[in-house]
């Protein structure tokens, strides 16, 4: 219209007016596409399979931590901290942070093949039933607790940001139990798991220059576990050949009087330390790694592991090498039907579900058989009876496990349930507390009001779960600087923590706010290393300042320019666990970053 009018009584003027009619008549189509939601780019997180074999023996070590001080005497919480130097000794507390961590630790630990399914149940079922004995306040469970007697340390406090921590990890645990139960019972991840501790066992043996050991034998050990048979019938074959060469690797090493507390930590060639080790970490609590080191400690922790895949192959697969004495040829007379059920189900292990829910097809195909089979079957008939009963005790195995894992998760949500957000929020302000002191029966005059903290972790969940209104997300402050070229969000104290600890639960969305936030923190984090002649990687961590007890002390350290913290720049403490947050945002960089840490001695026994 306004082109006609223009056409009609301005003729003169339509050259000029001509774009501007076209920019108009085009707007709504480039408001649209200013709005629309970027796609989504694939994040290509490749790397060569050095690098992957590097990270995972670092999994592994870590790991390490877990598996030799979370146990009965530790009433299956996890230990705050191990102090080597000085002292050689835990620290006996532990908070809800570190809880809601060892839990999704132990679902890692499947993922990677240390644990069975059996193993990850009930070590987090034991935990749990520890939980359900602690002290809490409105739910939450309190800031710490001394985890020989359970009792909380004082002042006893509720903190926003374990809370949110904790329910994160629940919430995490509940999917991740699910999907544990529904995902196959022995897959290639067991045997990942075999070679990461073979790994670590084959370095330290080198290191130690046992003699003794049979490194072709290892070699060829760790070749197997490299490239596991597809079929179920021959991974549990392989399984057992792997146990009888990994005892004997064991009873070897027993012998050998190279096996005391003596070789490095091993690791990856050039990279790693070889000093002293770490061991008797227990001494105030007893337990299995007193008095282990080196090879003799590794050899055990393959037997043990092997042992553990074997016991639940044992309980659960029994009837899948039942099935595999026969060929086909040998079943050929009860017809196709049962031919291709039992090649399909030989394939891969069932599911713990579908196990306890009978839900395994060639049983059925044989029962049906067995009960009209043709009388040129009849031979076969000792053996269909044999595979039906043994597949019966594995399904009540299986429902009996199904069931403490439903509890477990079951368990999971009423903990999470019971978690009262609200009363740490201060409707006003739209902001969370730091915290309410239980002791003193007062909500902290602190609040958490910027958007790059841990806490936003704890404020995403308490908005999913309709605990507060979204207003409360954007009531968070989001100040900015200019370091260089790069415009960044500002922390309180610049740390790697604060901007990518709640990534460890929380997704990140490709060129939004927290997604370009992180990646610039990393990026300047990476900057101030080389700057400094050190590695990168600068968070809140113990450093090298002694107590009276000769306790290192801890506290926040960061970037300068990122942090409004006055004073960071006066003392640069490097925090190894920093740069391992950053390995979904820059993983090459970070694996050369280990690297580096690990050339300057610090990788060891426990990561």
């Known amino acids: 219209i306004m082109g006609w009018a223009v056409q009609r009584w301005m003729p003169s003027n339509i050259f000029v007016a001509g774009p501007w009619l076209v920019l108009w008549f085009l707007s709504p189509l480039i408001g649209w596409l200013l709005t629309l939601r970027p796609h989504a780019r694939p994040q290509r997180l490749l790397l060569p399979e050095k690098d992957l074999r590097f990270l995972r023996k670092v999994a592994r070590r870590t790991w390490r931590y877990f598996s030799d001080f979370v146990g009965d005497d530790t009433s299956w919480l996890p230990p705050d901290n191990y102090q080597v130097s000085h002292k050689n000794q835990l620290a006996m507390r532990t908070s809800p942070t570190n809880i809601g961590f060892w839990m999704v630790s132990a679902l890692a630990a499947h993922d990677f093949g240390y644990l069975t399914v059996d193993q990850t149940i009930d070590k987090l079922t034991r935990t749990m039933e520890t939980i359900g004995r602690l002290e809490r306040y409105e739910g ?25 921590n904790l329910l994160g990890a629940l919430w995490a645990l509940e999917h991740g139990l699910d999907e544990l139960m529904q995902g196959p019972m022995l897959d290639a991840k067991a045997f990942g798991g075999l070679r990461d501790a073979g790994e670590i066992l084959k370095q330290v043996v080198e290191e130690e220059g046992a003699s003794d050991l049979n490194a072709r034998g290892l070699d060829e050990l760790m070749r197997a576990c490299e490239a596991p048979p597809d079929r179920i019938a021959d991974a549990l074959r392989l399984l057992r050949r792997i146990d009888g060469s990994v005892k004997g690797l ?13 070789g490095g930590a091993g690791g990856e060639a050039g990279d790693e330390p070889k000093g002293e080790p770490r061991g008797g970490a227990r001494d105030e609590v007893g337990g299995e790694a007193e008095g282990k080191a080196g090879a003799a400690y590794w050899a055990g922790q393959m037997e043990k592991q092997v042992s553990a895949w074997l016991e639940m192959a044992d309980r659960y697969l029994a009837w899948i090498e039942i099935i595999d004495e026969k060929t086909e040829e040998d079943i050929a007379s009860l017809g196709p039907d049962a031919v291709r059920a039992l090649r399909e189900n030989l394939h ?3 599911s713990l579900r579908d196990l306890a829910d009978g839900n395994v097809g060639c049983i059925q195909t044989l029962q049906s058989i067995r009960e009209g089979a043709p009388s040129a079957a009849d031979p076969l008939f000792e053996w269909i009876d044999r595979l039906v009963q043994a597949f019966a005790n594995s399904k009540w195995l299986a429902g009996e496990m199904l069931a403490l894992g439903e509890r477990l998760i079951q368990g999971g949500r009423e903990l999470s349930e019971s978690i009262n957000m609200r009363f740490l929020y201060d409707s006003e302000r739209r902001l969370f507390s730091i915290g309410y002191n239980v002791s003193e029966g007062r909500l902290d005059s602190a609040y958490y009001d910027l958007l790059a903290s841990e806490a936003r972790l704890g404020s995403f969940v308490a908005i999913a779960r309709g605990d507060v209104s979204a207003e409360h997300w954007f009531s968070m402050s989001r100040p900015y600087g200019s370091i ?5 969000l500002l922390s309180w104290t610049g740390s790697m923590f604060e901007y990518l600890m709640p990534l460890i639960l929380q997704r990140s969305y490709w060129n939004s706010l927290l997604d370009k936030a992180t990646r610039e923190a990393v990026a300047i984090h990476i900057a101030y290393g ?38 960071l720049e006066e003392e640069v403490v490097v925090a190894p666990y920093a740069a391992l947050l950053a390995v979904n945002i820059a993983p090459r960089e970070t694996v050369q970053n280990l690297r580096q840490m690990a050339r300057l001695g610090i990788l060891n026994d426990y990561g």
Do not use: C
Not at 484 to 488: A, L, S
């Open 250 to 262: 064991y009873r070897k090493r027993r012998k050998s009087p190279e096996g005391g507390p003596k």
């Open 348 to 350: 891969h292990a069932p």
């Open 484 to 488: 260089g070229r790069r415009r960044v």
């Open 140 to 164: 939450h469970l309190l800031n710490w607790y001394d985890i020989q007697t359970l009792t909380p340390l004082e002042p006893r406090y509720v903190s926003m940001v374990d809370s949110g």
């Open 530 to 567: 080389r700057k400094r002649h050190v590695p990168w990687g600068i968070s809140e961590s113990a450093f090298g300042d002694l107590d009276i007890n000769k306790t290192y002390q801890y506290k926040a350290f960061g970037v300068p320019k990122l942090g409004l913290k006055r004073g």
